[in-house]
């Protein structure tokens, strides 16, 4: 992986977020995890590059984003697509979902790096907000995406490298 510019990527985040999918991990390379998600931005704001995810409470990555400083997003070719998969239908909590999914850890000391991966932002938090229902706008979200009252909790990170392939 080499650091790149972020001005310099060529990255549709609807296609590579909403369609691709992207890996948010938080940890160290000896003890982290990571979650498979498909919502989330990019853009500007308070001056500085940024990406933002969520989370629901009950997802295993949160305490780890909560626990540190940084995070990652990190966005993988098509033929990467079943260990997504995996990653987003197992808990870090039960097995060691990273090596079962068929990804390596590269050292880092700021956040999760993987070696499959094509493209790897790593951020450091700014911002994280639980999600407020009485700020729902549109009255088919709350029905529609969370009928369990789990709402997701909003992170938004400077982004800080971004590491390509």
Not at 32 to 45: E, I, L, P, Y
Not at 54 to 59: A, C, D, H, K
Not at 63 to 84: I, K, M, V, Y
Request: hydrophobic share 40%; glycine share 10%.
């Amino acid at each position: 992986m080499k650091e790149v510019q972020i001005e310099t990527l060529a990255l549709n985040p609807f296609q590579k977020i909403g369609k691709e999918w992207m890996l948010v991990a938080a940890g160290t390379p000896e003890r982290c995890n990571a979650m498979t998600a498909s919502w989330g931005g990019m853009g500007v704001m308070w001056g500085k590059n940024v990406a933002a995810c969520v989370i629901r409470p009950q997802r295993h990555t949160l305490g780890f984003l909560d626990q540190n400083e940084t995070f990652t997003l990190s966005f993988f070719d098509p033929a990467h697509h079943a260990a997504l998969q995996y990653c987003g239908s197992h808990s870090g909590g039960e097995n060691q979902k990273i090596a079962e999914a068929g990804l390596t850890l590269l050292p880092d000391t700021q956040a999760p790096v993987f070696r499959e991966a094509s493209l790897t932002l790593v951020c450091r938090k700014l911002y994280r907000q639980p999600m407020d229902p009485k700020g729902l706008l549109d009255g088919t979200i709350d029905g529609t995406w969370y009928p369990d009252h789990d709402y997701h909790i909003l992170f938004v990170g400077e982004i800080l490298r971004a590491l390509q392939a």
